[in-house]
T-cell receptor, first 114, second 115 residues
Framework: AAGVIQSPRHLIKEKRETATLKCYPIPRHDTVYWYQQGPGQDPQFLISFYEKMQSDKGSIPDRFSAQQFSDYHSELNMSSLELGDSALYFC?????????????FGPGTRLTVT | GDSVTQMEGPVTLSEEAFLTINCTYTATGYPSLFWYVQYPGEGLQLLLKATKADDKGSNKGFEATYRKETTSFHLEKGSVQVSDSAVYFCALSDPYGGSQGNLIFGKGTKLSVKP
């Protein structure tokens, strides 16, 4: 079965640089979520999209932005990177926003800021 | 706001031992509850879920029952294997309450099973 695809899997950037993370949801899933997981931490919700419109916003810094495109893939853009942005970034997709539907996670992008 | 509290780890068990990982939640709406598992270097995999009170989720020998009266969703397995070694996250989704549609996770419990 098709899974959520994320690219790149690993990314190394320097402070103040920019990074773009990509997510390709499971086909026919209309909702995409982004999470950030720091070392030894639980995942924290950043932002979500439903039918290509921003749906909910969590603890996403103003330096980050995201969008969902017509083919439903999503990109997380991160500017002015800081050391504290080093983390695993997960994308998840769900067949619907409705309650009770599980989210399927991608393998994550490990971002290292040096 | 909504929150999830799960027992601190790490938990170390011998193979074939009984496992319980406690999870309690606070929610303003009618949440759905999940257990996710994360193996080293991998993403999060859904282990089981329950969408309403008294529902029991089960998968791969793991079980958890949605207890509204105690606001709990404890994970259990009768006989663990070395391959169950991973980090386990309890999570809730409360689309009509505090979390909206996104997942709120507990801090995670690392399980190590020794042969």
């Amino acid at each position: 079965a098709a899974g959520v695809i994320q690219s790149p899997r690993h990314l190394i950037k320097e402070k103040r640089e920019t990074a773009t993370l990509k997510c390709y949801p499971i086909p026919r899933h209309d909702t995409v979520y982004w999470y950030q997981q720091g070392p030894g931490q639980d995942p924290q919700f950043l932002i979500s999209f439903y039918e290509k419109m921003q749906s909910d916003k969590g603890s996403i810094p103003d330096r980050f932005s995201a969008q969902q495109f017509s083919d439903y893939h999503s990109e997380l853009n991160m500017s002015s990177l800081e050391l504290g942005d080093s983390a695993l970034y997960f994308c998840a997709s769900s067949p619907t926003k409705l309650s009770g539907y599980e989210q399927y996670f991608g393998p994550g992008t490990r971002l290292t800021v040096t | 706001g909504d929150s999830v509290t799960q027992m601190e780890g790490p938990v170390t068990l011998s193979e074939e031992a009984f496992l319980t990982i406690n999870c309690t939640y606070t929610a303003t709406g009618y949440p759905s509850l999940f257990w996710y598992v994360q193996y080293p270097g991998e993403g999060l995999q859904l282990l089981l879920k329950a969408t309403k009170a008294d529902d029991k989720g089960s998968n791969k020998g793991f079980e958890a029952t949605y207890r509204k009266e105690t606001t709990s969703f404890h994970l259990e397995k009768g006989s663990v294997q070395v391959s169950d070694s991973a980090v386990y996250f309890c999570a809730l989704s409360d689309p009509y309450g505090g979390s909206q549609g996104n997942l709120i996770f507990g801090k995670g419990t690392k399980l190590s099973v020794k042969p």
